[in-house]
């Protein structure tokens, strides 16, 4: 069992993404690999259901050697598979604050283009997913800054 796509990604109540698709997903360093905490990362879709996923790579192996040299000198890029498991089902209030949560902890990356609170008044203003996504993608991921100008006034 898969998710469907696009999902919205939340890290250790910091990191905000939306994902069209998992291609991001199907390369990592090995030492992502060996150091995967799946429980730390969150996706949610529009059917109102909550996901986590490893990664998968049966030629790597977790031991001293590995771990050692991905944390020095060898840290290759390795191809895996996803092994996505359901972790609940979520409402969109939830969704919200944990949207909220990574806004108020904020370094200068989700509000480089607007404000945090215009951020979270649109966000509070959505009624579905999908206007979670549109709002995420034009205030935060995919910004137009021209129109944000332009509908500021200036």
């Given at each position: 069992?898969?998710?469907?796509f ?21 390369k ?47 840290n290759?890029m ?6 996505w ?30 404000e ?8 509070r ?23 944000l100008l ?5």
């Amino acid at each position: 069992m898969t998710p469907e796509f696009p999902l919205i990604s939340v890290y250790k109540d910091r990191g905000l993404n939306v994902f069209k698709d998992d291609s991001l997903f199907r390369k990592v360093t090995t030492y992502t690999l060996i150091s995967q905490n799946p429980d730390e990362n969150n996706f949610y879709d529009r059917y109102g259901k909550r996901w986590t996923f490893r990664f998968i790579n049966d030629k790597i192996k977790n031991d001293f050697k590995t771990r050692l040299l991905a944390n020095t000198i060898y840290n290759p890029m390795v191809s895996v598979d996803l092994d996505w498991k359901l972790n609940g089902s979520y409402d969109l209030s939830e969704l919200k604050n944990a949207i909220f949560l990574c806004v108020d902890k904020d370094d200068d990356i989700i509000t480089q283009f607007e404000e945090a609170d215009i951020i979270k008044n649109a966000i509070r203003n959505c009624e579905t997913f999908d206007d979670i996504v549109f709002a995420l993608n034009k205030y935060v991921f995919e910004v137009d800054e021209q129109r944000l100008l332009k509908e500021r006034g200036n």
